[in-house]
């Protein structure tokens, strides 16, 4: 597919590798000569110059483009500048919504503004934390079959039921029908067989239906005790979005914030929210605000390197609660080897939205990918397929289908029904299928087999 995205900042890059990545053709549209250098390194097309108007589009070819998508710092000048696409040409549109007050109204008027997605980088993100506080035994949770099928990511402690079982023996502990997906040992990342042998320490995914979730985590002996106070360091908009769906559920949220403008207008938005207007790297203040006593610390500062320390500081002196960190730069692989419970990449996470929803756009012109999710830090990837049409796919026994090496299919759904299958069960059509994968470019059941 032709893409147009306007506006390089980290969002904008993050998104055009990723979609480079996917094997689309890219083009990005900026002003700023310096940040259209450092991306015209990879495939990805750069074009400088004003992406809200008509001329610069133009010469991006925006006639011909498929979707354009506008992700500058500026709500109104993405609003504005998708109009203008959509005047020119472009098919479809995507508008990076930031601010609070905007949202629901754009939302409302989403066809009115002719918009195909409205994206709200902090406001997913914060979905993304809500969830991740509301099972605080997962480190990750993806969700597929329209939210009936859930992929949780868990760390193994030395006294799980599972350390030192083989994924084959591991069926009587999951009466519930559950299967394991991945397993991530150091660096590397498996998909496993039933002679893989789990270790402590390992970080496994596990597939299983939605409401099994809290079954799951007893059977694993996971603490999985519902959070009642938590504690965000940083009010960014991520820690407003976050503080509001919290609250709602009448979980009790503390903020501490550093500029205190920032404090009064929290305090004018969240009337169930504590706000606290302080520096969230002074121990003294932590701890007299009740960080060992919190059963959720979400760091949401301006830095990694800030957000990164206070975590740890937040492990050593609470090691019971669930913390979670956010991480703009994943290029470095250290991340990977601090003692961090879970970590969120707000800019990665709005590529892989966005790349969800450009996969559902081509499911009408030839893919049959219905959702997509980067698993075991981009080594793997979790496709739900929708069977089509007849192939050598269909109705065949599992256990008599010559599948990819380091592939498995973990999940079947028909007519509303979740099928954690064995080898006797089949694939029909119009089933959704959930394949495990470390091959890249699936793009339709029949790219399974060998």
Same mark, same amino acid.
């Given at each position: 597919?032709?893409?147009?995205?306007?506006?390089?900042?980290?969002?904008?890059?993050?998104?055009?590798?990723?979609?480079?990545k996917e094997?689309?053709?890219?083009?990005?549209?900026?002003?700023?000569?310096?940040?259209?250098?450092?991306?015209?390194?990879?495939?990805?097309?750069?074009?400088?110059?004003n992406?809200?108007?008509f001329?610069?589009?133009?010469?991006?070819?925006?006639?011909?483009?498929?979707?354009?998508?506008?992700?500058?710092?500026s709500?109104?000048?993405?609003?504005?500048?998708?109009?203008?696409?959509?005047?020119?040409?472009?098919?479809k549109?995507?508008?990076?919504?930031?601010?609070?007050?905007?949202?629901?109204?754009?939302?409302?008027?989403?066809?009115?503004?002719?918009?195909?997605?409205?994206?709200?980088?902090e406001?997913?993100?914060?979905r993304?934390?809500?969830?991740?506080?509301?099972?605080?035994?997962?480190?990750?949770?993806?969700?597929?079959?329209?939210?009936?099928?859930?992929?949780?990511?868990?760390?193994?402690?030395?006294n799980?039921?599972?350390?030192?079982?083989?994924?084959?023996?591991?069926s009587?502990?999951f009466?519930?029908?559950?299967?394991?997906?991945?397993?991530?040992? *150091?660096?590397e990342?498996?998909?496993?067989?039933?002679?893989?042998?789990?270790?402590?320490?390992?970080?496994?995914?596990?597939?299983?239906?939605?409401?099994a979730?809290?079954?799951?985590?007893?059977?694993?002996?996971?603490i999985?005790?519902?959070?009642?106070?938590?504690?965000?360091?940083? *009010?960014?908009?991520?820690?407003?979005?976050?503080?509001?769906?919290?609250s709602?559920?009448?979980?009790?949220?503390?903020?501490?914030?550093?500029?205190?403008?920032?404090?009064?207008?929290?305090s004018?938005?969240?009337?169930?929210a504590v706000?606290?207007? *302080?520096?969230?790297?002074?121990?003294?203040?932590?701890?007299?605000?009740?960080?060992?006593?919190?059963?959720?610390?979400?760091a949401?500062?301006?830095?990694?390197?800030?957000?990164?320390?206070?975590s740890?500081?937040?492990?050593?002196v609470?090691?019971?609660?669930?913390?979670?960190t956010?991480?703009?730069?994943?290029?470095?692989?250290?991340?990977?080897?601090?003692?961090?419970?879970?970590?969120i990449?707000?800019?990665?996470?709005t *590529?892989?939205?966005i790349?969800?929803?450009?996969?559902a756009?081509?499911?009408?012109?030839?893919?049959?990918i219905?959702?997509?999710?980067?698993?075991?830090?981009?080594?793997?990837?979790?496709?739900?397929?929708?069977?089509?049409?007849?192939?050598?796919?269909?109705?065949?026994?599992?256990?008599?289908?010559?599948?990819?090496?380091?592939?498995?299919?973990?999940?079947?759904?028909?007519?509303?029904?979740?099928?954690?299958?064995?080898?006797?069960?089949?694939?029909?059509l119009?089933?959704?299928?959930?394949?495990?994968?470390?091959?890249?470019?699936l793009?339709?059941?029949?790219?399974?087999?060998k």
């Amino acid at each position: 597919m032709n893409i147009i995205i306007v506006g390089c900042g980290r969002v904008g890059r993050t998104i055009a590798y990723q979609l480079d990545k996917e094997g689309h053709s890219v083009t990005v549209i900026d002003t700023n000569r310096e940040v259209l250098e450092r991306i015209s390194a990879t495939n990805v097309m750069a074009h400088r110059g004003n992406g809200a108007t008509f001329a610069t589009l133009r010469d991006a070819g925006v006639e011909n483009c498929d979707l354009l998508i506008a992700v500058t710092a500026s709500d109104e000048l993405n609003l504005y500048t998708c109009l203008i696409a959509k005047n020119a040409g472009a098919p479809k549109t995507i508008a990076r919504v930031r601010n609070p007050q905007y949202t629901n109204d754009v939302m409302k008027l989403k066809d009115e503004l002719m918009l195909s997605l409205v994206i709200n980088p902090e406001q997913t993100c914060a979905r993304e934390l809500s969830r991740l506080i509301k099972f605080p035994g997962a480190l990750e949770i993806e969700s597929f079959a329209k939210g009936m099928v859930d992929l949780i990511k868990v760390k193994i402690k030395e006294n799980s039921v599972l350390a030192d079982k083989k994924v084959m023996d591991c069926s009587n502990i999951f009466k519930d029908g559950l299967r394991i997906c991945t397993a991530e040992r *150091g660096k590397e990342c498996f998909i496993p067989n039933g002679d893989f042998e789990i270790k402590a320490g390992d970080v496994i995914s596990i597939i299983s239906e939605s409401n099994a979730a809290a079954k799951l985590f007893k059977n694993l002996g996971v603490i999985n005790a519902k959070s009642r106070h938590v504690l965000i360091l940083g *009010g960014s908009k991520i820690a407003y979005y976050l503080a509001k769906s919290l609250s709602e559920t009448g979980i009790k949220v503390k903020i501490i914030e550093t500029n205190r403008e920032r404090c009064e207008q929290l305090s004018d938005l969240l009337d169930d929210a504590v706000i606290i207007h *302080g520096n969230a790297m002074n121990q003294e203040l932590l701890m007299s605000e009740g960080i060992e006593h919190a059963d959720a610390i979400v760091a949401l500062m301006d830095t990694d390197e800030e957000n990164i320390i206070i975590s740890l500081f937040a492990k050593d002196v609470n090691p019971d609660a669930k913390i979670i960190t956010e991480i703009d730069n994943i290029s470095f692989s250290i991340i990977d080897s601090l003692p961090l419970d879970s970590v969120i990449h707000p800019k990665h996470l709005t *590529g892989q939205y966005i790349i969800q929803y450009v996969r559902a756009m081509q499911n009408s012109v030839g893919s049959n990918i219905e959702t997509l999710h980067a698993i075991c830090n981009d080594q793997a990837e979790a496709l739900e397929f929708r069977a089509k049409e007849e192939s050598m796919a269909i109705g065949v026994p599992l256990s008599m289908l010559s599948l990819k090496n380091e592939l498995q299919i973990a999940c079947i759904t028909r007519n509303g029904k979740i099928i954690i299958p064995s080898g006797k069960d089949t694939i029909e059509l119009d089933d959704t299928v959930i394949v495990v994968t470390k091959h890249r470019g699936l793009f339709d059941l029949k790219d399974i087999l060998k």
